[in-house]
């Protein structure tokens, strides 16, 4: 099962709590049917670029949603973290992604709100 371990990559996000996030996994069916139905966050990048950051309350279906979306079906790679706050760091973790990239948003992001 592919959940995330203590000794996953350990990172703090803006308001430094500590958030163990799975490894970078391949986007594939095969690993999206192993993450847990369960909320959660998850941030998805090809050629190691950041294409999207989500948040769903079931994290199995909404990657494979994305499977099929036109733009996300192109990461390459998806590490994902299992919170019931996942709204909240969702919004923290693009408010962070916006200040180290002079106030865009990833790729997928762009195009849905343009």
Known sequence: ????????????NVTDLELFWSEWLEFN??????????????RMHTAMKMMYIGDA?????RLDE????PCTSDAKRFCYIE???HEKIKD???NDYR?????????CMEE???
């Open 29 to 42: 069916k095969e690993n999206v049917a192993k993450v847990p139905q369960i909320p959660g966050v998850f």
């Open 66 to 69: 994305a499977l099929a979306a």
């Open 112 to 114: 849905q709100s343009a």
């Open 57 to 61: 309350e079931n994290l199995q279906k």
């Open 92 to 94: 923290e973790l693009l």
């Open 1 to 12: 099962m592919c959940r995330p371990q203590r000794d996953a990559k350990k990172r703090k």
């Open 83 to 85: 919170t019931g706050e």
């Open 99 to 107: 200040q180290r990239h002079d106030g865009n948003l990833p790729k």
